[in-house]
């Protein structure tokens, strides 16, 4: 017979059995597409999985509990219907006798964390999600339990020296204090830092709890600073800071297409035979996600030669995406300033000299070496440490004669990330991103 899911059976019994086998009343409950919300009548609230095969679903079915709640005031009559394991065909009784809303303003599913101070009691049935980016921190906190329960499994399965027999030398105590972080509790930490703040994991001396704990109040802080003072998004304060350096300096702001057609990337170069294909996001038959700005900087010079006076200079600022293998440089979905120039003045002494203001502007400091690419061939980089922050390229180029252009050209493509990543000294791209595990560099999954 088809196993009936947990809501199911719940609204045919009004009771629940609780991890430690108590008997519950259900005072009321909520289902999400993948959650339950149960309130009983002693007022302890948690959230469920819906599933068909968990520990609970399983008592439920099998009627199996320890003790009643005294504080839900079952009926004796209840409890001893629920004890006989009577299961009627007519499931269509539902003992729920109060059903209740939660507030408006409330998710429907709302993980808790200790210091929320929510009515609502910690459960060990809460959605717990792998992704550890976004994994909320009394996930970790269960996670890290967890795994140092299986850690002291495994040191005990070792043998004598962790065992009590062993003499207790000051040394061994010593090893026993030391605090060990797993990896999972590593990278929660890490992802808990402000960008400028370090660790030492070997040298910490507070437990991963405390420092988590420390961690999320810093966290805490700076963005209802943030809130307080600013309210700007790094990301969109950057591309503005640019837009006005660009437009002061006589380069017109353009915006072109997102999605494209993908026989422009074959016009840039980029057809289906080339490896650099691979990493474009395809839509439908026909179209892409731009992995870059140029052929929509192409069909604009195209349009505006013999319109507008020489030189022309145009820019533009926006979305681009790459297929990348992960990196602390590289994202798939990024943001692309660039700016170019066509027709007089356009020397490789012009370029170096606009990239030299608009770095300075930033307050970026950076390096300049040669380089190549499929694309445009040779091409000059701009370096800050190790990172390409962009690259840059002097023109014209047999290219050009597909996109009907036949000046001399300048351009330079900047990532807004990158350049974000180099100010704030960011470990991680990921920081400077769009994003929903961290805003303006500091983690949101508090
Ligand atoms: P890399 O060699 O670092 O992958 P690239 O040479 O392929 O970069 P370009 O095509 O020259 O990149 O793009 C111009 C600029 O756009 C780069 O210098 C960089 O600042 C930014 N950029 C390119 N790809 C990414 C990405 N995946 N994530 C973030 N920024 C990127
Ligand atoms: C250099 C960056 C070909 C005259 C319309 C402008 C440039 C910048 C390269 C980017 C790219 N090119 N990643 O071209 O400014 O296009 O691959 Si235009
Ligand atoms: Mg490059």
Same mark, same amino acid.
């Given at each position: 017979?088809?196993?009936?899911?947990?809501?199911?059976?719940?609204?045919?019994?009004?009771?629940?059995?609780?991890?430690?086998?108590?008997?519950?009343?259900?005072?009321?409950?909520?289902?999400?597409?993948?959650?339950?919300?149960?309130?009983?009548?002693?007022?302890?609230?948690?959230?469920?999985?819906?599933?068909?095969?968990?520990?609970?679903?399983?008592?439920?079915?099998?009627?199996?509990?320890?003790?009643?709640?005294?504080?839900?005031?079952?009926?004796?009559?209840?409890?001893?219907?629920?004890?006989?394991?009577?299961?009627?065909?007519?499931?269509?009784?539902?003992?729920?006798? +109060?059903?209740?809303? =939660?507030? @408006?303003?409330?998710?429907? *599913?709302?993980?808790?964390?200790? $210091?929320? !101070?929510?009515? #609502?009691?910690?459960?060990?049935?809460?959605?717990?999600?792998?992704?550890?980016?976004?994994?909320?921190?009394?996930?970790?906190?269960?996670?890290?339990?967890?795994?140092?329960?299986?850690?002291?499994?495994?040191?005990?399965?070792?043998?004598?020296?962790?065992?009590?027999?062993?003499?207790?030398?000051?040394?061994?105590?010593?090893?026993?204090?030391?605090?060990?972080?797993?990896?999972?509790?590593?990278?929660?930490?890490?992802?808990?830092?402000?960008?400028?703040?370090?660790?030492?994991?070997?040298?910490?001396?507070?437990?991963?709890?405390?420092?988590?704990?420390?961690?999320?109040?810093?966290?805490?802080?700076?963005?209802?600073?943030?809130?307080?003072?600013? +309210?700007?998004?790094? =990301?969109? @304060?950057?591309?503005?800071? *640019?837009?006005?350096?660009?437009? $002061?300096? !006589?380069?017109? #702001?353009?915006?072109?297409?997102?999605?494209?057609?993908?026989?422009?990337?074959?016009?840039?170069?980029?057809?289906?035979?080339?490896?650099?294909?691979?990493?474009?996001?395809?839509?439908?038959?026909?179209?892409?996600?731009?992995?870059?700005?140029?052929?929509?900087?192409?069909?604009?010079?195209?349009?505006?030669?013999?319109?507008?006076?020489?030189?022309?200079?145009?820019?533009?600022?926006?979305?681009?995406?790459?297929?990348?293998?992960?990196?602390?440089?590289?994202?798939?979905?990024?943001?692309?300033?660039?700016?170019?120039?066509?027709?007089?003045?356009?020397?490789?002494?012009?370029?170096?000299?606009?990239?030299?203001?608009?770095?300075?502007?930033?307050?970026?400091?950076?390096?300049?070496?040669?380089?190549?690419?499929?694309?445009?061939?040779?091409?000059? $980089?701009?370096?800050?440490?190790?990172?390409?922050?962009?690259?840059?390229?002097?023109?014209?180029?047999?290219?050009?004669?597909?996109?009907?252009?036949?000046?001399?050209?300048?351009?330079?493509?900047?990532?807004?990330?990158?350049?974000?990543?180099?100010?704030?000294?960011?470990?991680?791209?990921?920081?400077?991103?769009?994003?929903?595990?961290?805003?303006?560099?500091?983690?949101?999954?508090?």
């Amino acid at each position: 017979m088809e196993k009936k899911p947990l809501d199911t059976l719940i609204s045919k019994n009004g009771l629940w059995v609780s991890r430690n086998g108590y008997l519950h009343s259900i005072r009321g409950c909520e289902t999400s597409q993948k959650y339950i919300r149960i309130e009983m009548d002693c007022g302890e609230v948690i959230i469920v999985r819906n599933s068909k095969s968990s520990r609970s679903a399983r008592l439920l079915r099998n009627h199996k509990f320890k003790k009643a709640c005294k504080k839900c005031r079952l009926s004796e009559d209840r409890i001893n219907e629920f004890s006989k394991r009577i299961t009627r065909k007519d499931d269509a009784e539902v003992r729920i006798i +109060r059903s209740f809303r =939660l507030d @408006k303003e409330k998710p429907a *599913i709302k993980s808790l964390s200790a $210091d929320q !101070g929510t009515p #609502e009691k910690k459960s060990e049935h809460v959605p717990v999600m792998k992704d550890t980016e976004n994994t909320p921190p009394v996930h970790a906190d269960k996670i890290a339990k967890k795994q140092k329960e299986q850690g002291q499994k495994i040191k005990q399965k070792k043998g004598p020296e962790n065992s009590k027999t062993s003499g207790g030398t000051p040394q061994s105590q010593k090893k026993l204090k030391k605090v060990e972080f797993t990896p999972v509790q590593k990278t929660r930490i890490l992802s808990l830092l402000g960008p400028s703040e370090m660790i030492s994991f070997s040298k910490e001396k507070r437990s991963f709890a405390e420092l988590e704990s420390t961690l999320v109040t810093k966290r805490k802080k700076d963005i209802r600073e943030m809130y307080e003072n600013s +309210r700007e998004n790094l =990301l969109g @304060k950057l591309e503005r800071h *640019i837009t006005e350096f660009f437009v $002061d300096m !006589g380069f017109l #702001e353009v915006r072109s297409p997102i999605l494209i057609p993908f026989e422009y990337m074959e016009r840039m170069g980029v057809g289906e035979d080339k490896k650099l294909s691979e990493q474009i996001f395809r839509v439908g038959e026909n179209m892409c996600l731009r992995p870059m700005l140029a052929p929509g900087l192409y069909n604009h010079l195209r349009k505006f030669d013999n319109l507008l006076p020489d030189p022309i200079r145009i820019f533009e600022i926006g979305p681009c995406y790459r297929m990348e293998s992960e990196g602390n440089n590289h994202l798939e979905e990024f943001t692309m300033l660039n700016f170019c120039q066509m027709g007089s003045r356009c020397t490789r002494n012009e370029l170096e000299f606009i990239i030299g203001e608009f770095l300075d502007f930033l307050g970026i400091e950076y390096e300049i070496i040669a380089d190549s690419c499929m694309v445009y061939g040779d091409t000059i $980089d701009v370096m800050h440490k190790n990172m390409e922050l962009s690259s840059a390229v002097v023109g014209p180029i047999p290219m050009d004669m597909d996109w009907g252009i036949n000046k001399p050209w300048i351009g330079a493509g900047f990532g807004l990330e990158r350049l974000l990543k180099a100010k704030h000294d960011f470990k991680n791209i990921k920081r400077a991103s769009r994003s929903e595990s961290y805003y303006n560099g500091i983690s949101i999954n508090l």
